[in-house]
């Protein structure tokens, strides 16, 4: 897929935890949970990655965030930017996500 571009909106990564729960069916619970479980680590993978194109969260920021290393954040974008390439319903979804957190907001300019 390449490198990720941010859209540039202002966005907290509690609203995308949020919005991610919800259209992923995702408690809260698991995805702060110190648990490997795929769910919770696929939800953090998503959060992470709408979190930098939509508002240019560092990766970093989200892993401080679920107390993980960036590193493991990393990887699992990496995954799941695969998974978005072969799984039409993840692709629906991120659109989905995609549309619900920025409705409405502006985008802020990096000059």
Known sequence: MGALISLGYDIFIDEIISEVGLA???S?????SNTRNRRGAFGRAVVGYLA??????PFKDTADHFKRDPVVISK???GLEKKIGDDKTIITAINMLRESLTKNRK?????
């Open 24 to 26: 992923f069916n995702i």
């Open 107 to 111: 985008r802020y300019s990096f000059s």
């Open 28 to 32: 809260k619970d698991l995805l702060y």
């Open 76 to 78: 699992g974008i990496k």
């Open 52 to 57: 930098k194109e939509l508002a240019n969260h």
